[in-house]
């Protein structure tokens, strides 16, 4: 069955600071993955997509993420921590074409000054 | 701007009512989905649709009906055989060809049961 596990329930980051946010999955076929970014009461942001090519992909505010295969993980990076990064942070794997989503149980960030 | 839009934001409805959550894209996307997030627990999956009049039933379907009379529209109805309704109600879309296999996700609505 599918899965993904972000282990790290909460994660609290000084201000500046670097980030890895972990996410593993679980799937038969070749994945698609995602990190979505969700504020208090809002919906949910895509942050960057990872569909083949470049294991090392791009996103939106300054995020990246590697996709390694061996390790079937798809961590989430960011160098330098800002204060709006705070936030809970889902990731989620599918497959090509129309897709059900599987969500992990998601990651709340903290930054402190 | 496109983009997916749900009301109402806040919903309050007394046990034993049904009520209906609305979900409107204008991004001609051919599918769309709806989501329930409770605290700790992601997003589990209620229903999906790929197309107009044709849905399916997500994880957690029991206690929910939707319809997919046009494209652009996709409500979801809790009904009083939901059991614990209160929740985060999420809607998304996507398309279903080509490069573009991303759910975009709407701002949500949060149901509470008094």
């Known amino acids: 069955a599918q899965s993904v596990t972000q282990p790290d329930i909460h994660i609290t980051v000084s201000e500046g600071a670097s980030l890895e946010l972990r996410c593993n999955y679980s799937?038969?076929?070749?994945?698609?993955l995602f990190w979505y970014v969700q504020s208090p009461g809002q919906g949910l942001q895509l942050l960057l997509k990872?569909?083949?090519?470049?294991?090392l992909v791009q996103g939106i505010k300054g995020f990246e993420a590697e996709f390694k295969r061996s390790q079937s993980s798809f961590n989430l990076r960011k160098p330098s921590v800002h204060w709006s990064d705070a936030a809970e942070y889902f990731c989620?794997?599918?497959?090509?074409?129309?897709?059900?989503?599987?969500f992990g149980t998601g990651t709340r960030l903290l930054v402190s000054p | 701007d496109g983009g997916i839009t749900q009301s109402p934001k806040y919903l309050f409805r007394k046990e034993g009512q049904n009520v209906t959550l609305s979900c409107e894209q204008n991004?001609?996307?051919?599918?769309m989905y709806w989501y329930r997030q409770d605290p700790g627990q992601g997003l589990r999956l209620i229903y999906y649709?790929?197309?107009?009049?044709?849905?399916q039933k997500g994880d957690i379907a029991e206690g929910y009906s939707v319809s997919r009379e046009k494209k652009e529209s996709f409500p979801l109805t809790v009904t009083s055989a939901q059991k614990n309704p209160t929740a985060f109600y999420l809607c998304?879309?996507?398309?279903?060809?080509?490069?573009?296999?991303?759910?975009?996700f709407g701002p949500g609505t949060r149901l509470t049961v008094l």
């Open positions: 989620a794997v599918g497959a090509r074409g129309f897709q059900k989503l599987v």
């Open positions: 649709s790929q197309i107009v009049n044709d849905f």
């Open positions: 799937y038969g076929a070749t994945p698609y």
């Open positions: 990872y569909f083949s090519g470049d294991t």
């Open positions: 991004l001609n996307h051919d599918a």
């Open positions: 998304a879309s996507s398309s279903t060809s080509g490069s573009t296999d991303t759910q975009y």
